[in-house]
C-alpha cells in the first residue's frame, strides 16, 4: 500500500507541474531487476536528498481500510540529513506549494 500511494502522489506532482520529483520507489522497481540489500537504497535514497530543493515526508492513510502508515526509520534518515543541510521538510503538499510560492521557485 506504501507504494501504490507513493507511486500516486508522485504521478499527481508531476501532473500538477509545479515540482520535480524524487521517490524512494524508483529502487524498489529496479530491485525487480537488478536485486540490492536495503542499505544500498538507503545511501541511494540519502543521496538523492542531498540534490533536493525541498523534501516532502508524507504517511499513508486508508480509512475505508483501517491502514494508517506514518513511521518509517528510511524516512526519518532522510528527515535528519535533510535538516542537518538546511534542506526545508514538509509533512502536506498544501504546505510544499506554498513555500514554493513565496520563493523564486
Known sequence: LNL???LALFSELIDEGRVTPLTWAAGVLATLTSPRNGEDWTR???EL????DAVLR???SIPAINYEKYAS?????EESL???KFIPVFYSKKSLYAWLDSTDG
Not at 49 to 52: G, T
Not at 73 to 77: S, V
Open 49 to 52: 536528498v542531498l540534490h533536493c
Open 73 to 77: 526509520l528510511g524516512a526519518d534518515e
Open 58 to 60: 508524507y504517511g499513508v
Open 44 to 46: 541511494y535514497d540519502l
Open 4 to 6: 501504490q500511494h507513493n
Open 82 to 84: 535533510a535538516n542537518r
